[in-house]
T-cell receptor
Framework: EPEVTQTPSHQVTQMGQEVILRCVPI?????FYWYRQILGQKVEFLVS????????KSEIFDDQFSVERPDGSNFTLKIRSTKLEDSAMYFC??????????????FGPGTRLTVT | GIQVEQSPPDLILQEGANSTLRCNFS?????LQWFHQNPWGQLINLFY???GTKQNGRLSATTVATERYSLLYISSSQTTDSGVYFC???????FGAGTRLTVKP
């Protein structure tokens, strides 16, 4: 069964450093998403991406975050200058459809980011 | 934005017991999913259920979209069912706070 993959599974970085989290969505899916979950809290939507553009973003997704689909398979989340409060599990998801159509999202296993 | 409330927040069961988890949402939605977060933090898709009823083994779910709630039923619970159960709604997947289920042997 096709699945969303994420690398690395765990990333440790120092405050102020840039990190790139990588995701490979399911191959025929058109919509891509990033979510984060701070330890012990609920999962929060960050951004959705379609047709090489951000389609929606939350208030969390500020100027330090950016997303990119650098090639036909990868989808990345970049955090420019990490802060301690960016420590969280980051989930990538993809769906075949999106927008006003109902869609089932498939989640990757997550990348645990630890900022020291 | 849409509000999602899950109840109960915590649930402790003996192995073999049945349980019902509830998800209420504040507006009409075109997408609702139930997830199980396992001890390793992975989100496991349980059901995609914007309306109607579905069953998968010991688990089943019902969404009554007109009344803005969904229920997840777990029958004959096992220790491996322990973890946090989340519902999420709408295209930007607003998650509830989850129900933490502990199944004791």
């Amino acid at each position: 069964e096709p699945e969303v993959t994420q690398t690395p599974s765990h990333q440790v970085t120092q405050m102020g450093q840039e990190v790139i989290l990588r995701c490979v969505p399911i191959s025929n899916h058109l919509y891509f998403y990033w979510y984060r979950q701070i330890l012990g809290q609920k999962v929060e939507f960050l951004v959705s991406f379609y047709n090489n553009e951000i389609s929606e973003k939350s208030e969390i997704f500020d100027d330090q975050f950016s997303v990119e689909r650098p090639d036909g398979s990868n989808f990345t989340l970049k955090i420019r200058s990490t802060k301690l409060e960016d420590s969280a599990m980051y989930f990538c998801a993809s769906s075949e459809w999106g927008g006003s159509w109902s869609n089932e999202q498939y989640f990757g296993p997550g990348t645990r980011l630890t900022v020291t | 934005g849409i509000q999602v409330e899950q109840s109960p927040p915590d649930l402790i069961l003996q192995e073999g017991a049945n349980s019902t988890l509830r998800c209420n949402f504040s507006d009409s939605v075109n997408n609702l999913q139930w997830f199980h977060q396992n001890p390793w933090g992975q989100l496991i898709n349980l059901f995609y259920i914007p309306s109607g009823t579905k069953q998968n083994g010991r688990l089943s779910a019902t969404t009554v979209a007109t009344e803005r709630y969904s229920l997840l039923y777990i029958s004959s619970s096992q220790t491996t069912d322990s973890g946090v159960y989340f519902c999420a709604v709408s295209n930007d997947m607003r998650f509830g706070a989850g129900t933490r289920l502990t199944v004791k042997p």
